[in-house]
């Protein structure tokens, strides 16, 4: 699919407001204006593969038999125990306390909620990139919103309204990643498992539901805010959060803590147990699972910043800038001398992203700059118990052909290093990469090599005909997160 489709592969505080850093308390009664409906965004968006409506456990119904055979076995009021690996059932002599299971989702997962201020005339958007007005009484145009409304993910209304994208964009200012003028956004409330699409991760939550895990108790998420994450202040504000929530629930349940992070989420967890003190860790974390995380980036993230989604010039505004974009984009560090793009009868590696970047919007640019910081320390090895969990096989995309201008629609994997051109270097690449359809087989192998600079053991298994999403309602995947949180 095109665009940011399974970037999500495609796209924290919530006391806290990020830009004011005032203290609120986050009301629930929230207006749903913004919220997706089912099978209400097209398919060539751009959205994030997991923002559009697929089969909740897919065309495996082995895992939906699997889930509901665990809830039959231990669906007694008298049960006692937990569930044991490979047994299909639980023990019922062993104790209920289970290891804390904490969720960091992917790119664009996490719904934002925002009001604003636009009452001097300087700061109204009333008019389109076209000089078309807007209509008047659209919510996102309004001058002053003064309650919560949802912005992320957008509804249809959203996708088509420029004073949505305005209201949902952000930039630097000075070395922090904030907000369009007069615009406040918070998350929900930490720990919270409402996701941006109620489809999301839903089979995974199902899954450790069904063997004895209860959301807010022993099950919880660490959702954030994907534009602003690759700002350090951001997440490291995010990381005290998350120690926090980590902390307080590891005393009330007598174990440490399993974080599993997917696709962007996989790094920036990664990024908060590279941070945290190596006492801590061997206290808190019993293991860190991976399940198709974004280390090193994908070409389609690069794409995305350039020229966006053909037909959706509002949501490319949007999210140009998103500093969580930046951090997957390709990372020179794997992709090296690969050539990704030709434009102008030249080739482009990822050695070239910044000015690429630079090209098309200064704003990109300078997020990109402020998130290396972030991206370079979430390459590290842990220094917990890893397991690398990635899907193979399929047709990944690689490079792109740009013809008049980098804003414009490329033509994908096009073999331009095979031009007959006595200036232009040979390269012996294949016309795509094999991968998860979103991240390249050797971005995704990544990881493997921490076991090299750590003493802790990195245990990885790849999947098949696994998607980048899709691998989250999957059987095997699903059995082998089950299993690694029993033992």
């Given at each position: 699919?095109?665009?940011?489709?399974?970037?999500?592969s495609?796209l924290?505080i919530i006391?806290?407001?990020?830009?004011?850093n005032?203290?609120?308390?986050?009301?629930?009664?929230?207006?749903?204006?913004?919220?997706?409906a089912?099978?209400?965004?097209?398919?060539d968006?751009?959205?994030?593969?997991?923002?559009?409506?697929?089969?909740?456990?897919?065309?495996?119904?082995?895992?939906?038999?699997?889930?509901?055979?665990?809830?039959?076995?231990?669906?007694?009021?008298?049960?006692?125990?937990i569930?044991?690996?490979?047994s299909?059932?639980?023990?019922?002599?062993?104790?209920?306390?289970?290891?804390?299971?904490?969720?960091?989702p992917?790119?664009?997962?996490?719904?934002?909620?925002?009001?604003w201020?636009?009452s001097s005339?300087d700061?109204?958007?009333?008019?389109?990139?076209?000089?078309?007005?807007?209509?008047?009484?659209?919510?996102?145009?309004?001058?002053?919103?003064?309650?919560?409304?949802?912005?992320?993910?957008?509804?249809?209304?959203?996708?088509n309204?420029?004073?949505?994208?305005?209201?949902t964009?952000?930039?630097?200012?000075?070395l922090?990643?904030?907000?369009?003028?007069?615009?406040?956004?918070?998350?929900?409330?930490?720990?919270?498992?409402?996701?941006?699409?109620?489809?999301?991760?839903?089979?995974?939550?199902d899954a450790?539901?069904?063997?004895g895990?209860?959301?807010?108790?022993?099950?919880?998420?660490?959702?954030?805010?994907?534009r602003?994450?690759?700002?350090?202040?951001?997440?490291?504000?995010?990381?005290m959060?998350?120690?926090?929530?980590?902390?307080?629930?590891?005393?009330?349940?007598?174990?440490?803590?399993?974080?599993?992070?997917h696709?962007?989420?996989?790094?920036?967890?990664?990024y908060?147990?590279?941070g945290?003190?190596q006492?801590?860790?061997?206290?808190?974390?019993?293991?860190?699972?991976s399940?198709?995380?974004s280390f090193g980036?994908c070409p389609?993230?690069?794409?995305?910043?350039?020229?966006g989604?053909?037909?959706?010039?509002?949501?490319n505004?949007?999210?140009?800038?998103?500093?969580?974009?930046s951090?997957?984009?390709?990372?020179?560090?794997?992709y090296?001398?690969?050539?990704?793009?030709?434009?102008?009868?030249?080739?482009y590696?990822?050695?070239?992203?910044p000015?690429?970047?630079?090209?098309?919007?200064e704003?990109?640019?300078?997020?990109?700059?402020?998130?290396?910081?972030?991206?370079d320390?979430?390459?590290?090895?842990?220094g917990?118990e890893?397991?690398i969990?990635?899907?193979?096989?399929?047709?990944?995309?690689?490079?792109?052909?740009?013809?008049?201008?980098?804003?414009?629609?490329?033509?994908?994997?096009?073999?331009?290093?095979?031009l007959d051109?006595?200036?232009?270097?040979?390269?012996?690449?294949?016309?795509?990469?094999?991968?998860?359809?979103?991240?390249p087989?050797?971005?995704l192998?990544?990881?493997?090599?921490?076991?090299?600079?750590?003493?802790?053991?990195?245990?990885?298994?790849?999947?098949?005909?696994?998607e980048?999403?899709?691998?989250?309602s999957?059987?095997?995947?699903?059995?082998?997160?089950?299993?690694?949180?029993s033992?």
């Amino acid at each position: 699919m095109d665009g940011l489709v399974q970037l999500g592969s495609a796209l924290i505080i919530i006391t806290a407001l990020l830009l004011s850093n005032r203290t609120e308390n986050f009301s629930s009664e929230i207006a749903s204006i913004g919220s997706v409906a089912k099978n209400d965004i097209p398919a060539d968006s751009g959205l994030p593969l997991f923002l559009n409506f697929y089969p909740r456990f897919g065309p495996d119904f082995r895992l939906f038999d699997l889930i509901q055979k665990l809830k039959l076995n231990n669906s007694s009021p008298m049960w006692n125990g937990i569930y044991k690996k490979g047994s299909g059932s639980r023990s019922l002599l062993e104790s209920k306390k289970l290891p804390p299971v904490i969720l960091v989702p992917g790119l664009g997962a996490s719904p934002l909620f925002a009001r604003w201020n636009k009452s001097s005339t300087d700061t109204v958007q009333t008019v389109d990139a076209s000089g078309d007005f807007q209509q008047p009484d659209a919510w996102s145009c309004k001058q002053v919103q003064d309650t919560w409304v949802q912005i992320w993910p957008p509804d249809s209304d959203g996708l088509n309204s420029y004073c949505w994208a305005n209201n949902t964009r952000v930039v630097v200012d000075g070395l922090k990643v904030v907000n369009a003028t007069g615009v406040n956004t918070i998350n929900q409330e930490f720990g919270s498992l409402k996701f941006a699409n109620e489809d999301y991760m839903s089979t995974l939550v199902d899954a450790l539901e069904a063997v004895g895990y209860v959301k807010g108790e022993n099950l919880f998420a660490a959702c954030y805010d994907f534009r602003k994450i690759g700002d350090p202040q951001e997440i490291d504000a995010w990381c005290m959060s998350l120690t926090k929530l980590i902390e307080q629930n590891c005393a009330l349940q007598e174990n440490p803590a399993i974080v599993v992070g997917h696709d962007l989420g996989a790094v920036v967890a990664n990024y908060f147990l590279v941070g945290a003190m190596q006492e801590w860790k061997d206290k808190f974390i019993d293991k860190f699972v991976s399940v198709s995380g974004s280390f090193g980036g994908c070409p389609k993230a690069l794409r995305a910043v350039l020229s966006g989604v053909s037909g959706s010039e509002n949501f490319n505004t949007a999210v140009q800038t998103s500093s969580g974009l930046s951090l997957m984009l390709p990372n020179p560090m794997l992709y090296g001398d690969n050539p990704l793009i030709q434009f102008n009868q030249l080739s482009y590696t990822s050695r070239d992203i910044p000015k690429l970047v630079e090209s098309v919007s200064e704003d990109a640019a300078k997020v990109l700059k402020l998130s290396k910081m972030v991206r370079d320390t979430s390459m590290k090895a842990p220094g917990v118990e890893v397991h690398i969990l990635a899907g193979t096989d399929l047709n990944t995309e690689s490079s792109y052909s740009y013809g008049m201008s980098l804003t414009d629609e490329p033509g994908k994997n096009a073999p331009f290093y095979k031009l007959d051109l006595p200036y232009n270097q040979k390269f012996n690449y294949n016309d795509q990469f094999t991968g998860d359809g979103t991240m390249p087989k050797f971005a995704l192998e990544y990881p493997i090599f921490w076991s090299k600079y750590q003493s802790q053991p990195v245990y990885f298994q790849f999947f098949t005909g696994c998607e980048h999403t899709k691998i989250l309602s999957t059987l095997e995947p699903i059995q082998y997160i089950l299993n690694a949180c029993s033992d």
